[in-house]
């Protein structure tokens, strides 16, 4: 086990945020004594807003016996493991049920506890079994009882996801890798800049994006902070921006449409 002071700026997709106490476990005991004391868990940082202060809580990053998976992709993956080389492994063995989550830059654990994708699937639907560390123990779940909704879940309080079992549908390597590319092509209007992905959830039935860029908002700019002129639901960093900059943009596009905010916000 690691335990180390990081910038969180360097831990995130977005690249903003100030330090943290990161704890990077790699066994159960390890998981233990991390959460000892008030946490939070870091997946791949691709849906996170961290204030300029930094996070007072532990941050626990899972590593080790956490991070493992067959690349057959039969038995356990870890959550630490990143989401898109499961996508890659499933389309090279013709197993289908990942594809909605391609170009989704996030580990195992994050993409549960959010339940990614997009309207071509979601991580839900491509689950047999969950393991969750809570109230020091594993638990073992069945997706039903987990409350997947559209960007969400109801994880256990203070649930940690440490393993998955997937279950995928045997197809072939070119029926899957077709549907890949339709959705790699519904994600070619998507910036290439720092982000943490769609800043705001859709609402029923609507795009948050269309709605930011019908408004007149893309290109709106706060210091290094600016709504993508790609996709009006894609806050960038420019590069140096602040996690203040950031929010005060969330805060110019609420003053003008009610729209929940998607990403998670800490400290
Ligand atoms: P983090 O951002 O690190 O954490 C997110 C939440 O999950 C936090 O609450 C964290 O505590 C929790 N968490 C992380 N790991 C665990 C764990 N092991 N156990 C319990 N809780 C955990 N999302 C989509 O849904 N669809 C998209 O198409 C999409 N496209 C994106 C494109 C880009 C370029 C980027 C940067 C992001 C995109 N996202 C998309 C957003 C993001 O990838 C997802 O929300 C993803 O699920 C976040 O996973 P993560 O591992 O990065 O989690
Ligand atoms: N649109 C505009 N202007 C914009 C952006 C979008 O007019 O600036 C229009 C598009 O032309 C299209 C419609 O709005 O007609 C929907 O846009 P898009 O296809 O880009 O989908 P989206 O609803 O904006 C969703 C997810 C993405 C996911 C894509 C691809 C949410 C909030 N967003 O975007 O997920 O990658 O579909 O399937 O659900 C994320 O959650 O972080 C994310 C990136």
Sequence with gaps: MRVERLPMARLTTLGVGGEAE??????????????????RVLGNGSNLLVADEGVAERVIRLGGEFALWNPNLSGWVGAGVM????????????????????????QVGGAVKMNAGTRFGEMSEALA??????DGGLH????????????????PEGGIVTRVR???KPSSPEVVQARIAQVDAA????????SAGCAFKNPPGDSAGRLIDAAGLKGTTIGRAMISHEHGN??????????????????????????????EIWG
């Design 187 to 194: 994600r070619k209007g998507q910036p290439k800049r720092k």
């Design 140 to 155: 073992i779940y069945r997706p039903h009882e987990l409350g997947f909704t559209y960007r969400g879940s109801r994880l």
């Design 129 to 134: 079994e969950v393991e969750i560390f809570h």
């Design 22 to 39: 990161v704890w990077t476990v790699e066994t159960l005991d390890d998981l233990k004594r991390a959460t000892e004391a008030p946490y």
């Design 83 to 106: 989401v898109p080389s499961l996508v890659q492994a499933a389309a090279r063995l013709g197993l289908s049920g990942l594809e909605g989550l391609y170009g989704v830059p996030a």
């Design 166 to 168: 997937l279950e995928l």
């Design 234 to 263: 894609f806050l960038v960093n420019l590069g140096g921006a602040t996690a203040a900059e950031m929010y005060a943009l969330i805060k110019k596009v609420q003053a003008v449409l009610p729209l929940e905010v998607e990403w």
